[in-house]
């Protein structure tokens, strides 16, 4: 059997790896300023927080979204720092200041496309990777996601009710000023957000794990160790009906292992009961996550 080696990766130091978050929260912030300007605000498609709230001030007044998007995320900082202390660092404030500053910066670049489905699911999809690269520099750009933490702390409401109520009322804020239509836009917009963010915190390579339950256990496991290459644990288990003492085999396997691993145990034992759950993220042995 081929050892599974940890996979082995040079560690940062210190000092770069701060300096890396402090690239991942400018790099987001660009991200998501540039969605703004080229999607999302020539298309009215207000897609919650505090970038949806400028969108409809915008349409309104006139006024530039970038001193909107400071004029409400400064205090909405500053009351957070006062309400939830030290969950608020350096990084957050410089994700806060920094995206309004690009917003700013990249206002008069060209619209990518007048078509407000395409603009919603697109616009959502790179906001998304925006926000899920600055949350992998463990800061935030602040803006509503703060009266969410507060709201979350002084209520019994949880953070995720908390986050929809807000965007909630962005989304209605914006059926009745733009129409209903641009409302439904900006629901795709949120949706898209919110699955991307997903995939770039967690990524592509999604395992399976699996419990095997079987008379013929000791086969399964020697087939799965040897033939897979994979490390199995067994679980203690007693049966519901007969109260008999079993034993579970659980298996961690790459997605791409999972047809192998079917055919593996259908060949041993074909009454095998088993069960299979996605596993998002993994890490540890044999695993690059």
Request: aromatic letters at 12%; one cysteine or more; glycine letters at 10%.
């Amino acid at each position: 059997m081929k050892e599974i080696k940890p996979i082995k990766r040079r560690k940062l130091s210190p000092k770069l790896a701060k300096i890396m978050e402090y690239v991942y929260v400018i790099i987001g912030a660009f991200i998501i300023a540039v969605a703004f300007n080229v999607l999302l605000l020539p298309n009215h498609v207000a897609s919650g927080g505090v970038s949806g709230i400028s969108t409809i001030i915008n349409y309104l007044t006139g006024w530039t979204p970038a001193y909107i998007q400071w004029a409400f995320n400064i205090p909405l900082f500053f009351a957070g720092v006062f309400f939830l202390g030290y969950q608020f660092g350096i990084k957050t404030f410089v994700g806060t200041m920094i995206m309004p500053l690009f917003v700013y910066v990249t206002s008069d670049w060209t619209v990518w496309t007048n078509q407000p489905l395409v603009a919603a699911l697109f616009g959502g999809v790179l906001v998304g990777m925006g926000l899920g690269i600055v949350f992998r520099g463990k800061a935030s750009t602040g803006g509503t996601d703060v009266i969410a933490q507060i709201l979350h702390k002084f209520t019994n409401l949880s953070l995720g009710i908390c986050v929809a109520l807000i965007d909630g009322f962005v989304v209605i804020a914006a059926m009745f000023v733009f129409d209903i239509e641009s409302g439904l836009y900006a629901l795709i917009g949120l949706f898209a957000t919110s699955k991307t963010i997903d995939l770039v915190q967690v990524g592509l390579n999604q395992s399976k794990t699996v419990l095997i339950i079987s008379e013929k256990q000791d086969e399964i496991r020697q087939a799965i160790l040897f033939k897979i290459d994979r490390g199995i644990t067994r679980l203690s288990a007693k049966g519901g009906y007969t109260e008999d003492e079993k034993q579970i085999l659980l298996c961690v396997i790459a997605q791409s292992e999972f047809s192998r691993l079917k055919e593996v145990i259908k060949e041993i034992d074909p009454n095998a009961f088993v069960v299979v759950m996605s596993a998002s993220e993994v890490m540890g042995e044999g695993f690059n996550i």
